[in-house]
């Protein structure tokens, strides 16, 4: 990601009004719980870029509290200020840092003349639903970005600019938001209300319906017990990790064709409708730390399956692929399944339904007697050399990019004695 920062800069250099860093969020890094407990909304914007050249005092105005670097005369930085208000925003700002104050209260006054601003970051302060002058960001009719995680809120912030593209609220006490309150958002493409205290009655009445543009929803670490109503078809990417969800209503994800990624680990999910993920976008699903018992249809598509610390005591690969269709292979390659009940290993025919899989994690076994076990695992191998497969790749020669259309479409039948048992294999 190191690249982006010095892009951003010879816009910014240039005059043109460019945002570099919201358009390289990147999903994966988020709400990654095994390698780090608080979860990251963005990409991290570099400010260690070099302000500093000392050229003529700029024109423009400054509030004194702050930094208005000569190279980025349209931000202004006052972050990390222990400032207990805002300061008086002059009009030609357009990106606002004042994460990690102490700022209680948003009012109309400070903001009396910026009406160009673009981007506000006013994460990690104080601020209370009660303190923000009612209207006092819808005004802003070109704001594109809002950050408000990590502060006090009880209430949605509402209303909101109709510009707005990306709204963070994530780690606040957000327990109500109004029936309306995200009509007129058309823009918004990314909301993040992660560790906030919504319940299910706040969000049935379909209140994300008309939001759509959304792409991406965070709504884990809250107190929902179902599935969030009417959400829009737009949507790619749903958080719903550690809440108290038990069901998924059939054809719940009928209308949600697009999603590419669904979070749903720590949960109470234990009966779901065998087919409740035939979504033919589907590449990622965590359903880990639930009270699964079954199974259920894996869509082609899905190349990451995490199934662990459910209660699954065995696994038909036939129920996950009921059929193989040569033409179109299975495109799974990971598959984590440890702190299950399971007492044997998969069917080796799992390889054949998901040629692409390359590593099954057992970890450890629950038995019913609370014991741990360890399963022996096979591991497969192609006859032709993984390592080799690679090296095509990397050359970018075209018969390997033949051999890689081969596999993703036309190959043949399967021949069974395309994959050998080559060991029993200790996993831990
Ligand atoms: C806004 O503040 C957060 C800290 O809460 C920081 O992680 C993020 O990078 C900031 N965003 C921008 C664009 O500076
Ligand atoms: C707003 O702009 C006017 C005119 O430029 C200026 O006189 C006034 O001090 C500004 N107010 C604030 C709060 O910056
Ligand atoms: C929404 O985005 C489009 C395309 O960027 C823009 O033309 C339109 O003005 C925006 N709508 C609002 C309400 O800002
Ligand atoms: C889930 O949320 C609870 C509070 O509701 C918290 O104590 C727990 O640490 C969270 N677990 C994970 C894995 O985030
Ligand atoms: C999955 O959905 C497709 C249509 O999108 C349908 O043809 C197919 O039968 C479904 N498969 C299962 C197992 O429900
Ligand atoms: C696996 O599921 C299929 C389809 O439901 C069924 O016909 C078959 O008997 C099952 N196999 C085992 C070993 O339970």
Redo the contacts with the bound molecule.
């Keep these: 990601m190191g690249f982006l920062s010095p892009i951003c800069a010879i816009f910014f250099f240039f005059g043109v009004k460019v945002y570099c860093q919201y358009e390289f969020y990147q999903w994966d890094e988020d709400y990654d719980q095994d390698s780090d407990d608080d979860y990251q909304t963005e990409f991290q914007f570099r400010q260690s870029v070099e302000y500093g050249v000392p050229f003529h005092q700029y024109t423009l105005g400054c509030a004194s509290e702050c930094f208005c670097p000569t190279n980025f005369p349209t931000s202004m930085y006052c972050d990390n200020r222990k400032l207990k208000t805002i300061p ?4 030609h700002i357009q990106q606002l840092y004042l994460q990690f104050n102490e700022i209680e209260a948003v009012t109309t ?2 903001f ?2 910026a009406t160009y601003l673009k981007e506000i970051n006013l994460s990690h302060n104080k601020i209370k639903s009660q303190k923000i002058d009612y209207g006092v960001f819808a005004k802003f009719s070109n704001l594109l970005q809002l950050h408000l995680e990590h502060n006090d809120l009880e209430e949605f912030p509402f209303p909101l600019p109709k510009s707005l593209e990306r709204l963070l609220l994530g780690y606040n006490k957000i327990s109500t938001l109004q029936t309306n309150a995200m009509d007129g958002l058309v823009n918004l493409t990314m909301l993040d209300l992660c560790y906030n205290h919504l319940h299910d009655s706040v969000l049935k009445d379909k209140i994300f319906a008309k939001t759509e543009k959304l792409m991406q929803l965070n709504l884990c670490n809250n107190r929902l017990e179902s599935m969030p109503p009417g959400l829009p078809s737009s949507l790619m990417y749903l958080s719903l990790e550690n809440n108290s969800i038990s069901s998924i209503p059939e054809k719940y994800f009928d209308k949600l064709p697009k999603l590419h990624a669904l979070r749903m680990s720590y949960n109470k999910l234990q009966d779901i409708p065998y087919n409740s993920f035939n979504l033919s976008n589907l590449i990622e699903l965590n359903v880990g730390h639930n009270k699964l018992k079954q199974e259920f249809y894996i869509p082609r598509n899905l190349e990451h399956l995490y199934l662990e610390n459910n209660e699954i005591e065995k696994i038909n690969v036939t129920m996950m692929c009921p059929s193989i269709d040569p033409l179109h292979l299975h495109h799974l390659t990971y598959l984590r399944v440890d702190q299950n009940k399971l007492k044997e290993p998969i069917s080796s025919y799992i390889f054949f339904c998901f040629p692409h899989l390359r590593s099954i994690y057992y970890g450890e076994q629950r038995s019913t007697h609370g014991q741990t076990i360890q399963l022996k695992t096979q591991v497969f191998r192609r006859f032709q050399d993984d390592d080799d497969d690679d090296d095509n790749d990397d050359h970018d020669d075209p018969e390997g990019a033949h051999e890689g259309q081969e596999q993703e479409g036309a190959e043949g039948p399967f021949d069974p004695h395309y994959y050998e048992i080559q060991e029993w294999q200790e996993t831990i």
């Design positions: 008086n925003i002059p009009m006054n400070s009396i003349n």
